[in-house]
């Protein structure tokens, strides 16, 4: 074989192994959530002077690790190297006005399996910085078990919710009792007005059962004028011909 025919060949073999690789790996220039699934830890990591030991004069600096399953890959940013995989992702709250409610979040979640989404992710750039990807969140719950809501009145709820999210109404109110459904905030044209309009659609982060047939829903969005609503409802449900429909919804904080 011709020399210089097996320099190309190698070189293709080598762009072509990196780019199938790239491809595989997540994206930080996407304006879209990230979200990931993985252990929740807590430590301690050494900071200035030396950023050597807490115990021998260094700044402690609490932090959060996300340990993920799984290693991966991210390209988009030239502080990480695509061809490095890793498993651990540092965490925080994106923002002051989150940040309250996502701290004592956090503290309550240490040692669990959790499901954690955010934007703006990027790769590790100071000394501050302890893991591969830092990714500034905007909402962590515990991770779905989706066999948990087999067989109860959860899976309408979620149903629910999940047509909020597509700003379907015609859809969502299917999960509502009869009587309200023509008219009122839980009819299928106010569903779509509101939630078709909104600037970042509905994300539904949790359902809790609280007792029997109630379900205590935790949810974000962003709306025109109004802001970001970080809100919580008590789902009360009740059974209709065989069916678990939806009876009432109580807005219990946020907004």
């Known amino acids: 074989m011709p ?5 190309v060949l190698t070189i293709c073999s080598t762009i072509c192994i990196a780019s199938a690789a790239n491809a595989a790996c997540i994206d930080l220039k996407q304006k879209d959530p990230l979200s990931f699934q993985g252990i929740l830890n807590y430590r301690i990591f050494p900071g200035p002077p030396n950023y050597e ?3 021998k004069g260094d ?13 991966i890959c991210a390209t988009g940013d030239e502080s990480v190297d695509p061809n490095t995989k890793f498993d651990r992702i540092q965490i925080f709250p994106e ?9 004592r979040d956090l503290r309550g979640f240490i040692g669990q399996r ?7 992710a990027f790769g590790r750039q100071t000394g501050h910085h302890h893991a591969h990807l830092m990714l500034p969140i905007v909402s962590i719950s515990a991770a779905f078990d989706p066999t948990k809501s087999h ?19 015609e859809e969502a109110a299917k999960f509502v009792v009869p009587e309200k459904r023509s008219s009122g905030p839980l009819s299928a044209i106010a569903i779509s007005n509101f939630y078709s309009n909104l600037v970042e659609p509905l994300t539904l982060i949790d359902v ?7 379900y205590r829903v935790r949810y974000t969005y962003v709306a025109p004028a109004r802001g970001r609503c970080d809100g919580e409802a008590l789902v009360r449900t009740t059974k209709v ?10 807005a219990i904080g946020g907004c």
Do not use: C
């Open 208 to 214: 809790a059962p609280t007792r029997a047939d109630e």
């Open 151 to 169: 067989g109860t009145s959860m899976t309408t709820v979620q149903g629910f919710y999940l047509a909020l999210s597509a700003g379907n109404g």
């Open 241 to 250: 011909g065989g069916l678990n429909l939806i009876e009432s919804i109580k």
């Open 114 to 120: 959790v499901l954690v989404a955010g934007t703006g």
């Open 53 to 55: 030991d807490v115990r």
């Open 3 to 7: 020399r210089k025919l097996v320099v």
């Open 95 to 103: 923002s002051d006005k989150a940040a309250q409610a996502l701290w």
């Open 59 to 71: 700044t402690p600096e609490p932090t959060y690790i996300l340990k993920l399953h799984e290693p």
